[in-house]
């Protein structure tokens, strides 16, 4: 039998799970907890952070952090909705070339 792995991918935490034998399992993530925050940040030295070290500097790098970026898959970059998003995220959200909307630190 293939791995199997699950994955929930939510706008403010994100899950993971495997099957281990017959027994759904839910990963734990460096600090010891079963979810992670969906926050991903780019530091000035370039370095990327996921989850809650992404989330304790997000105050202090507003514009490199990306987070409710569930928000735009499948979204238009003209859709009201993103639209709205533009003027209240503090990093970028940008038209890709097919029109799709993508976020960018």
């Given at each position: 039998m293939g791995k199997i792995i699950g994955i929930d991918l939510g706008t403010t935490n994100s899950c993971v799970a495997i099957m281990d034998g017959t027994?759904?399992?839910?990963?734990?993530?460096?600090e010891g907890d079963r979810t992670t925050p969906s926050i991903i940040a780019y530091t000035q030295d370039g370095e990327t952070l996921v989850g809650q070290p992404a989330k304790r500097q997000a105050v202090t790098n507003p514009q490199n952090t990306l987070f409710a970026i569930k928000r735009l898959i499948g979204r238009r970059f003209q859709d009201e909705e993103v639209?709205?998003?533009?003027?209240i995220m503090p990093f970028k959200i940008i038209a890709a070339d097919n029109g799709d909307a993508w976020g960018r630190s």
């Open positions: 027994t759904p399992r839910v990963l734990e993530n460096a639209q709205r998003d533009v003027s």
